[in-house]
Structure formats: C-alpha cells, structure tokens
C-alpha cells in the first residue's frame, strides 16, 4: 500500500509520514523510497526507523534468467565501484548515499587510460543496498543505474578567466549560440568547438536548426547554391552570384572585439538595483530636493484632490485652496506647523544649499477660511484653536539653474471649533527671477535655453514692450485669455483661461443687461469692450516656446481688426448698436523642422477680431422691455481658432515654367502628357483588362491603316516596276 501511496508526487509527504510512524511503532527500519533510477553518480535515499545496531551493505544484482526476479536481499558486501556514506538527519532518519567512484570521460582514439568510459552509455548496472542487523536483512533498496558519458573535450586545458570575442568584420558576432557549457559539448550543438568527432557522431543527424543552432548568416538568396531545382527559375543561372559562404551581407556590421574578462559563473540571485544618482541640476519640471535628498513637498492638487506630500516642482507656479473639515483642533501638519519645522535646508542645484526663511503673520479676521456646518452649537461650547495654519506661501528666488533663497510666509490664526466647522487654506510657491515673477515656458523643457515651437497644450506666449531706463526695449510676458465660466456665468465673477496652442475653444459669460442701460449706449460698450480688452492685453505673441524678452525677433506683432463695423447706424432709446459681444482669435502656425523627433511649431500671425452685435427692444413684449427694472443676460463669448500653414515641399518653379504653359495640363485645355491616361491604371472609367484590350484594337487599326495607306502602295508600285 506504501509503494502505491509513494507513486503520487501529490502524497509524498503524506507517504513518509506513514512510514515512518509505521517503522517507529513497529522498531524496524525501511528505504523511503525503496527503488531508485540513478541518472548521474550521486543517489540518495531515506533510511526510517530505529537504526542503532543497522549495517549497510551494497552489492551488485542482476535479475534471474529463468523467473527475471532478483533474489533477497544478503548481507554480503561485495567490492564495487560505489562508495557508500551514511548522515544521520533526524532522531530515527538517516541519509543514505551512493557515489560513483570513477571517471565519466568518454575514450578517445588511441586513449588507453582505463578509468574512461568505452561507450556512450557508461555505466549500467542494478545495485541493492540491505539494511542489516547482525546477518539479518531488515530492508532493502534497489538502484537501478543507468549514466551516460559526459561529453568534455579532450582538449580543455586549464581554466582561463578570458574570453577572446573574434573580430566581427571577418567573423559573425556569437557564430554558435547554441554553445551554452563552458569547456563541455553540448548535445545536438553541431557547432559546438568542444565536442570531438565521436561527439558528433551521436547527434549529427538531429542538429539543432536555425540562428540558435550556428546558422547565424544564412546564405543569401543570390547564392548559386542556394536555390533548389524544385524552386528555380529559368534566369537564375544566368544571373546568381558564385561567392565563398565567408563573404556574405551580415559580416562587418560591428565594432572591433577585444579580450574582455568573464565572471567565474552565472548567477540566478535577482540582481540589486540601485537607486537612481540624484541630478543637483535644476531644469524647469525637475523636482526640488532637501540636504537629505528628500523632495520639498507643500500641499497641491492632484486630479482635484489635496495631496499633502506633494512635491514641488522646479519653474512651476501655483496656487490651491484644500477644504478641511475638522472636528477636533489639528495636531498635526499642514494645519498645525513649527517655524522650526519649516526652516529646512535646500539643494540649491550648484552643489550648496539654502535655508528657508520663514515670516510669521496673524490673520486679523480668519473667519474668512471658516465656515460653519453646525449651527445649532452656541458660543459656550465652542473650543478656541489656536496657532492653525491657515497659508503657506512660498518665494523661490532663482537665477539660470539654481535656487539663490527661498522665503515662506505662514499665515496663522484662531480657529473657533463649533462642533464641525470647514477650513479652507491656502498654498502657493511662485519663482523670481530678479525683480520679475517666472513665467513657464511652452517649447521642448529640454532645450530650455534654445528657441524651440510649441508644444501642443501649452499656453501662447504674449507680451508688451517695455522701455527700459537705457532707452532699450524689452519684452514684458503676458498672457493671452478665453473666458472661463464658472459658478454663476456673470462676467464680473468669472475667471479667464489661457489659449492653449493646438487646441480650438470657445466660452463665454454673461453680462446683466436692462432697458436702462439702452439709454447710456455709450457707457454700455465701453463696458463690454473693457471686458473684451481684459482678455488680450498683449501687444506681441511670442514665435517660439522659448522667446527672449530682449530679442525682437522672437516676438510679432498682434493684428487687431474690427468686423462688421462699416456701417454706422445711429442709436435710439430703445437700441444700441456696435457692442463688442464676440472677440475671435485666429493663429497661423507653421511647421519648421523636428528636435527629437518632435515637430517644431512657430505662429507666423495672430489675428484678433471683434464682432459687434445690435442690441434693441422695438416691438418686443418681452417683461426686460416693458420694466426698467428687469434685467436679461447679454451673452459676451470669445474663441480661438489653429490653423496650419501647409508647407510647399516643392522646389521653385523657374520663369520657362511659369510662362511656357502648352504642356501645362492645369492651365490649358488640351493636355498632351495625359494622351495615354485611358490606357494606364489611374484610369478609374472602366476595368483595366477593358480599356488596354479597346486600346490595343487601336493600335490593330492604325498599323492595318499605315501598312494599307498610301505608303505601301507606292512601295509595291516602285516593286511590280522592276
């Protein structure tokens, strides 16, 4: 029943622990398991049970001519050319192991060293080891073995800790992949250098095929000796190539080699990674990093939630309220800080650091950031919390890649806590350069000194000029705005949005508008025409990404154009016309090259429109029109529209094309390159195989009409004369 339990790989442990409780109860001993194959020249089996006073004894058995069984265990030892050694393990376990005691080594020609093996299959034979006490058997195990030669050349000499790649320019890099043991043969690896002849003799038929097994450059198809008669044309001979099999497509390809040193052996250990070098280097979207290398983290917005531990970015400005709803007084930061805390040394990205500067302000009102969800609470029971955060404003002065001070100022005060109360704070971090505030730029952050185009999602960069006290001019960077609607819709609530480039938009708000206002028309449209002109206060639009403010040719002008105002119709009591309601802003780009691959987009123009819209109550019963009082909403929107300017790959035409226009199929009626269109595949009228067989009954007619023409007979004429 054991034998049959120990066949299952699933119940070996199951097995063990049945016999060997079994040989415990019954103080006798077993082999676990009790018959082995042995491939290789190391066996080992399990001895269970009490096995004081046990012997071992190993001999070799062969089964019975007549029955084909072997006879029972004895106790006699024979001399084998096994070793036998015995490792107690456990309380009543002991290891028992057989290893071979000479050499695997296949014999070569002419070899007469006796320790070698004559043939492939080495060593075959059937041992039984009996487990004795006194000249009793007690168990028995049998090893049926069964070792093949192992294939070493016979030529490996000592080790060398070098490995010489051949030259790839004459030799193909790696011609034998399939070479995986060093100094050993490697079976059906007909490429293998260290297999001998009588190596390849067991396995020359089943070669391993393809790049794997040294077929690294295969012959090409040109090759004479390539093509099959199965498979070859009638031209081939004619035309293949009679070339050595060294001189093919793949060799000269690589570098030189060279003698590099090879590790002692392969290793599966996972390999231990490194972190990655911190670079001091600040570029712009870089993070900032402490003495301590740990990243400057304020609290910021991740995809509209408040991370707390948010890393700071290097050049890029922001400013996020986070809503906190508390029950109990904070204890810990951002709500509750230390100035102490905050003073923390900084990698000024030059290999220095800077110390953050921290200036305390108290918030004289804070019920601003305080709004009550419990009402019901009354003053007695509230809870005075003191020292809470309520703003982190950081000032990071910078110059070319480094940071030359920081400064912070935290803003504090008394948070009453009636039952629940909703606090909002405040966190920002702005970069200076100079006496200027930085302004992100929209090309390649990697070429941030270089002019570069626009990347597609970034803000379009505008400016004014500004002169400066040398009487120079400079560029001073503003934004050019949509509108963003938000909360309400009114205009004088709602926030603006930068043109991002590459992206189409259209928004709007809304303005209040009532039958009192269409008496002052005047103040109406300087009204909405401040509003509209808030958008776009920029002069310029930048080229490039990355302008300079002190080159003028980085920077265009901005066109400003009026639509639909040439007629001038007069106003009314109940009428005003010429309101700027819609501003429009069209940009011409333009590819001029690829860096890294990624196309460089310049604006050429940008043009903003104004279209002005009538306004009127005559003949509306509408109540806005009847009650002074009553107010309607005046839709105020504008766009932005991308247009690309298509690049003419083409080269210049010269004057003789320009003036010469007979074979010009554009610009004349009879097109004489085109006579045999019908007859080419372009042609789409008819099928192919129709319109070449109308053509070809064509041609038919016009040779007959040529050979039957006035031609001929006065050839035949000039031959009956003779």
Request: aromatic residues 8%; contains cysteine; charged residues 15%.
């Amino acid at each position: 029943m054991a034998d049959v339990l120990c066949v299952s790989p699933s119940l070996q442990v199951l097995c063990v622990l049945m016999l060997f409780t079994w040989a415990h109860t019954q103080n006798v001993v077993v082999f676990q398991p009790s018959y082995l194959t042995a491939p290789g020249p190391v066996v080992s089996a399990l001895l269970l049970g009490n096995t004081s006073g046990v012997s071992l004894s190993v001999r070799t058995v062969s089964p019975s001519n007549t029955t084909g069984s072997i006879g029972p265990p004895s106790c006699a030892a024979e001399v084998t050319q096994w070793v036998l050694t015995r490792e107690q393990v456990g309380k009543t376990v002991e290891r028992v192991q057989l290893s071979l005691e000479r050499s695997l080594h296949l014999c070569g020609e002419n070899e007469t060293d006796p320790d070698c093996c004559s043939n492939p299959l080495c060593v075959l034979e059937t041992l039984q080891v009996s487990a004795c006490v006194g000249d009793t058997p007690q168990a028995s195990l049998l090893i049926q073995a069964k070792i093949h030669a192992l294939l070493v050349p016979a030529n490996a000499g000592p080790a060398d800790n070098k490995t010489t790649i051949p030259n790839p320019v004459y030799q193909p890099l790696g011609p034998c992949p399939c070479d995986l043991t060093f100094r050993a043969c490697d079976v059906r690896c007909c490429c293998d250098k260290d297999c001998s002849n009588e190596d390849l003799t067991l396995f020359a038929s089943h070669c391993l095929p393809g790049p794997f097994g040294g077929q690294v450059s295969p012959p090409p198809d040109y090759q004479c000796s390539v093509q099959s008669a199965e498979n070859t044309p009638d031209w081939f001979p004619f035309l293949c190539v009679h070339s050595p099999p060294k001189n093919n497509p793949f060799l000269g390809l690589f570098y030189r080699g060279n003698v590099v040193k090879s590790k002692p052996g392969p290793t599966f250990q996972r390999p231990m990674l490194s972190a990655p070098a911190l670079v001091n280097v600040y570029v712009e979207g870089s993070p900032i990093l402490t003495l301590n290398d740990q990243y400057l983290t304020i609290p910021q917005k991740v995809f509209g939630q408040c991370v707390n531990n948010a890393p700071v970015a290097f050049l890029k400005n922001f400013q996020v309220e986070c809503v906190t709803p508390l029950h109990t007084c904070p204890t810990e930061p951002p709500l509750q800080t230390l100035p102490e805390d905050l003073r923390i040394p900084v990698k000024n990205g030059e290999g220095g650091d800077v110390i953050v500067e921290v200036t305390d302000e108290v918030a004289i009102d804070p019920s601003q950031s305080i709004s009550n969800t419990n009402g019901a609470a009354s003053s007695a029971e509230s809870l005075m919390c003191e020292n809470v955060t309520l703003a982190l404003d950081y000032q990071f002065f910078w110059k070319e890649n480094s940071i030359t001070n920081i400064t912070l100022t935290r803003t504090v005060g008394a948070v009453p806590l009636n039952g629940s109360v909703v606090l909002t704070t405040r966190y920002s971090a702005v970069f200076i350069n100079g006496d200027f505030m930085s302004e992100p730029n929209s090309g390649n952050p990697v070429l941030i000194f270089s002019m570069t185009g626009y990347q597609v999602g970034r803000p379009v960069i505008g400016g004014f000029m500004d002169i400066l006290d040398n009487n120079t001019g400079s560029i001073q960077r503003t934004s050019i705005n949509l509108w963003k609607s938000v909360s309400d819709g009114l205009c004088f609530t709602n926030e603006k949005k930068p043109v991002l480039f590459g992206e189409n938009s259209t928004s709007g708000c809304l303005l209040p508008v009532s039958r009192q206002n269409l008496t002052q028309c005047d103040l109406l449209r300087e009204t909405v025409a401040s509003l509209q002109a808030a958008l776009t206060t920029a002069t310029y639009v930048a080229r490039s990404g990355n302008p300079d403010p002190l080159t003028v040719t980085d920077w265009i002008d901005i066109s400003f154009v009026m639509l639909n105002s040439s007629a001038t119709v007069e106003d009314s009591t109940n009428s005003c016309y010429g309101i700027q309601s819609h501003q429009h802003i069209h940009v011409w780009s333009l590819i001029t090259g690829t860096v890294e691959g990624r196309p460089q987009r310049e604006i050429r123009a940008l043009q903003v429109s104004m279209s002005t819209w009538s306004l009127d109550c005559v003949g509306g019963d509408d109540s806005p029109c009847v009650d002074p009082q009553e107010t309607w909403l005046l839709p105020i929107t504008s766009s932005v529209t991308f247009t690309d300017i298509p690049v003419n790959t083409e080269p210049p035409k010269t004057s003789f094309q320009i003036n010469f226009t007979e074979y010009d199929c554009n610009r004349n009626d009879v097109c004489w390159p085109e006579l045999a269109f019908p007859f080419t595949r372009y042609y789409t009228g008819e099928p192919y195989s129709q319109s070449l067989a109308k053509g070809l009954i064509l041609v038919f007619f016009f040779v007959a009409a040529s050979i039957l023409g006035t031609p001929w007979r006065q050839v035949r004429q000039a031959w009956n004369t003779l």
